[in-house]
């Protein structure tokens, strides 16, 4: 039987390497696709990555076990991903918030939409429309959409309350459906 | 609020809580709405189509070299292993204390004699760590398990009593009287943590099964020249058994490991906030198993549970 996250990182705790390995290993696929989408851009994803495993190595002392591993897990590799974004700051954010900008276009821009079973379109599609929300905004939706955290989780996760969880949600939602709505669809929203 | 200023439909927020089945989104009203109106249910299927978007679209998956380097470096990037007395300063002081507390209290027994001072040299010893009784075998029958923690965990003490080296711990056979509150002497941790490629337990510190309580079953402060005498010397095993004081140490070290993997991932799960008394190791329906004794609540409750993996495989109080 496979052991639990919680027992490896127990025995991680008490110094044993091969348990240590073995969580890194069983996790790593997920905090890379964490920190590619919230960075949105490869390198930095690999870095990011690299960063927020080293944090788990030198900070596993501190999960006391309380709540999920992987609840501790994303956290620290979102919060990995965040940094990564604003020490590099390859790619300018957009300089109004998010909440007041306009969302992504229906269309897509010169993006014309591929069919949905298209991986490398929706791949694009969904870097595009994250790319217009701001990283907080983006974060939410990757821990509610890729990782399946509830809003409690991602509200303790990004250290913010639920109503603010809900509403960047929605946001980036909203944008990734009109990034990948169909060109000629009418552009209905409820106004 | 859930309704846009336009009063008739549903917001963005609102849809979407709902996809997740957020309950502060779902009153009756909303319910009612979408039901009703083609342009909402039209808009929430689109934010349903983001997040399966979102979900189902892959991410670059890392090449295997990527994996390697990634994991090299975030593992050597740990902490370089702790010893044992780093990780547990306070144990140390503990036995520290006992050892402080034999030596000025040995005499004290051997001239005033008697169970009262006994029990004050008892009521000295340290709780923090618990006793490892080694193989107790079948470990199914709770009714024989609880003799054995109850039981072995006695014999235990006296054997040690009887076999201690001079200057070594010597717990008073009183302390066994009542296992449930005897305080036992928290044994040396040279090496006990038994963890993977943590030192070697100490000779004479691993396992010692409850049906091998021979002079030869463990010697206490075994030194290097008690080794050099043999199996017999420093087995925890019974020397009919036919391994060699290696193959033992080896699989004493294994014992050790599971146990204390067990016992920790058990304190941070069921036995949080709980003191470990008693452990060992042996089969429960054929399977390889730990089990662990905590003073927890009040009471003494026993857990067993599978060498890999350290799932409960049985609970109960005695």
């Known amino acids: 039987m496979e052991a639990s996250d919680e027992t490896l990182a127990a025995a991680a705790n008490a110094g044993d390497r091969r348990a240590l390995d073995a969580l890194l290993a069983r996790h790593l696929d997920r905090v890379h696709a964490i920190c590619r989408r919230v960075t949105g851009h490869p390198e930095d994803a690999l870095d990011a990555t690299q960063e927020a495993l080293i944090a788990v190595t030198r900070g596993l002392h501190r999960y006391d076990g309380r709540a999920l591993f992987t609840t501790w897990l994303y956290r620290v590799a979102t919060n990995a991903a965040l940094d990564e974004l604003r020490r590099r700051k390859r790619r300018p954010e957009p300089a109004e918030p998010a909440e007041d900008r306009p969302l992504p276009a229906g269309s897509g821009g010169a993006a014309t939409p591929g069919p949905v079973e298209s991986v490398v379109a929706a791949r694009l599609d969904v870097d595009a429309a994250l790319a217009g929300l701001s990283p907080e905004f983006r974060a939410a939706v990757v821990l509610r959409d890729l990782c399946d955290l509830d809003y409690s989780e991602i509200a303790e996760v990004l250290d913010v309350p639920i109503g603010t969880v809900r509403s960047r949600i929605a946001r980036g939602r909203a944008a990734i459906a009109d990034q990948l709505r169909e060109p000629n669809a009418p552009p209905e929203r409820p106004t | ?318």
């Open chain 2, 1 to 318: 609020m859930t309704m846009d200023p336009t009063p008739d439909h549903l917001n963005d927020e609102t849809l979407s809580a709902l996809l997740d089945g957020d309950p502060t989104a779902a009153a009756p009203d909303v319910g009612a709405h979408l039901g009703a109106c083609d342009r909402c249910a039209g808009r929430q299927a689109e934010l349903a189509g983001a997040r399966a978007a979102l979900a189902a679209a892959p991410v670059e998956p890392l090449d295997e070299l990527s994996r390697r380097r990634l994991l090299a470096a975030a593992v050597k990037a740990a902490p370089p292993q702790r010893r044992w007395a780093q990780r547990h300063p306070a144990l140390i002081g503990s036995a520290a204390a006992v050892i402080l507390a034999v030596l000025v209290g040995v005499p004290f027994v051997v001239n005033h004699g008697g169970s009262s001072a006994g029990k004050t040299l008892s009521a000295a010893a340290p709780e923090a760590a618990g006793d490892y009784l080694g193989d107790l075998g079948d470990l199914t029958d709770r009714d024989q398990l609880r003799l054995r923690l109850s039981g072995a965990a006695d014999n235990s003490l006296q054997r040690d009593f009887a076999t201690s080296a001079p200057g070594e711990p010597a717990p008073s056979p009183a302390a066994g009287a009542t296992p449930s509150a005897a305080p036992v002497a928290a044994p040396v941790p040279s090496g006990g943590a038994g963890l993977a490629g943590a030192p070697a337990a100490a000779p004479g510190g691993g396992a010692t099964p409850s049906t091998t309580l021979g002079p030869q079953g463990r010697v206490g402060g075994s030194t290097g020249a008690a080794k050099a005498a043999g199996p017999a010397a420093d087995s925890p095993y019974s020397s009919s058994q036919p391994y060699s004081s290696e193959q033992q140490s080896a699989t004493a070290d294994r014992d050790r490991a599971d146990v204390d993997t067990c016992v920790a991932a058990l304190l941070n799960g069921p036995a949080k906030g709980g003191r470990l008394t008693r452990s060992g190791v042996g089969t429960w329906r054929g399977r390889p198993a730990v089990v662990a004794a905590f003073e927890l609540n009040g009471g003494t409750v026993a857990f067993v549970t599978a060498r890999s993996g350290c799932a409960v495989l049985d609970r109960f109080t005695y």
